[in-house]
C-alpha cells in the first residue's frame, strides 16, 4: 500500500494553498443499502493530458444483479448522474468498472461526494472522496465491499483491492488564514478498522519550525473524527506548521506530514533531554502544496 506523509504550513496573513473542504455542516444522505456498492474510485490522472477517472462497483451478494440504468454521480444524490447502460450485469462477488470518457462525470480531484442509485434515483450507497493523490493511486473500501475507505491505495480496477485497514487514513478541514486572534481549529476526519485511542498535534511556528515535545495538543474524539482547537497561536504575521499524530489503542502511532510520497524520513521532535527521532510509519492524508526535502526544514534532525 502506498502511504504519505503530509506537513501543513498556515500563514495566518494569507491564505498558502487552496483547499477544497467537506461540508460538515451538511448532515450525509440516508442510504438504502444493498448488495452493489461503490468499492473504488480513481480521480486526476498522474499524466494531466489523460482524461482518467474511473469509478468500480462491487457485488457483495451470492446472485448475479443486473444495474442497468443505475445512476453514479459527482454529488450527494444519484438524479442527473451516468447512467449505466441497458444490459449491464454485475456477476456474484464480481466487478464493474466505467472509464471516462464513457464515464460522463469527473470526480473532482480537491475532493468530492460520490452517490449510487437505482434508476429510480434511490441512494444505495454514498462517500465523500477526499483529494485525490493525483500519483495513480486511488481511494478504496478495504476489503472489497467493505467499511473502511483508505486513500492512496493501490489502483486495482476489477480487481481485489490491496491495503491495510487497520492503516489510518485521514482528511483533515481547518479555517484557512483566519483573522489574528482567532483560533485555529483543525477537524480530523479518519477511517480505519483499529480503535484510536488519541489524535495530536505538534506544531511550531516560524518559517524553520523545530518540533518540541511540550508543542502537543490532544483532539477530542468524536465519532471517527477529532477536534484540535490551535489556541493563542494565530499571531499577525507569523506562520505555524504541523503535523498530525493518531495513536491506536495497541500504542501504534502514524505519523502525516505534507510530504506526497514515503521518504524513509523520520519525524524530528526536540524534547527537553534530546532530539529524539520518530521511526514513522505513515498512512495517507491528500498533498495540497509540495514541500521541500524535509532536511532542508529541519537540518538539526541529522536526516
Known amino acids: 500500500m502506498i502511504m504519505n506523509k503530509f506537513l501543513l504550513l498556515i500563514s495566518v496573513v494569507a491564505i498558502l494553498f487552496a483547499s477544497c473542504v467537506k461540508d460538515d455542516t451538511k448532515p450525509e444522505p440516508e442510504v438504502e443499502l444493498g448488495d452493489i456498492v461503490l468499492n473504488e474510485i480513481f480521480s486526476k490522472h ?6 482518467g477517472d474511473w469509478v468500480e462497483l462491487y457485488n457483495t451478494g451470492e446472485t448475479d444483479v443486473d444495474i442497468s440504468g443505475y445512476l453514479i454521480n459527482d454529488a450527494a444524490e444519484p438524479a442527473g448522474g451516468f447512467a449505466i447502460p441497458e444490459g449491464t450485469i454485475i456477476e456474484a462477488k464480481g466487478y464493474y468498472v466505467v472509464y471516462q470518457p464513457e464515464l460522463s462525470i469527473s470526480i473532482s480531484s480537491g475532493g468530492e461526494d460520490v452517490a449510487l442509485g437505482t434508476s429510480d434515483g434511490t441512494l444505495i450507497d454514498y462517500v465523500f472522496c477526499p483529494p485525490s493523490q493525483a500519483d495513480g493511486t486511488s481511494f478504496s473500501k478495504i476489503p472489497d465491499g467493505g467499511d ?15 491495503g491495510d485497514a487497520s492503516i489510518p487514513s485521514i482528511f483533515v478541514d481547518y479555517n484557512v488564514a ?3 486572534g482567532e483560533a485555529i481549529e483543525l477537524v480530523v476526519d479518519y477511517s480505519t478498522s483499529a480503535t484510536v485511542s488519541e489524535v495530536a498535534v505538534f506544531y511550531a511556528t516560524g518559517d524553520a519550525p523545530e518540533y518540541n515535545e511540550s508543542n ?21 504575521g507569523e506562520k505555524v506548521s504541523f503535523f498530525v499524530a493518531v495513536t491506536l489503542d495497541g500504542g501504534d502511532v502514524y505519523y502525516y ?4 510520497k514515503v521518504r524513509g524520513m523520520d519525524i524530528c521532535i ?4 534530546k532530539t529524539m527521532m520518530l521511526s514513522s510509519p505513515v498512512a495517507v492524508w491528500p498533498p495540497a502544496l509540495p514541500l521541500p526535502d524535509y532536511c532542508s526544514v529541519v537540518p538539526s534532525c541529522g536526516c
Open 178 to 180: 483566519p483573522a489574528a
Open 46 to 51: 498522474p499524466d494531466p493530458t489523460i482524461e
Open 216 to 236: 502537543k495538543l490532544i483532539g477530542v474524539i468524536g465519532l471517527d473524527t477529532a477536534v484540535v482547537a490551535m489556541t493563542d497561536l494565530n499571531v499577525a
Open 270 to 273: 526536540v524534547t527537553t533531554a
Open 148 to 162: 473502511t475507505w483508505l486513500n492512496g491505495t493501490e489502483a486495482t480496477p476489477a480487481a481485489p483491492n490491496i
Open 257 to 260: 506530514d505534507k510530504v506526497n
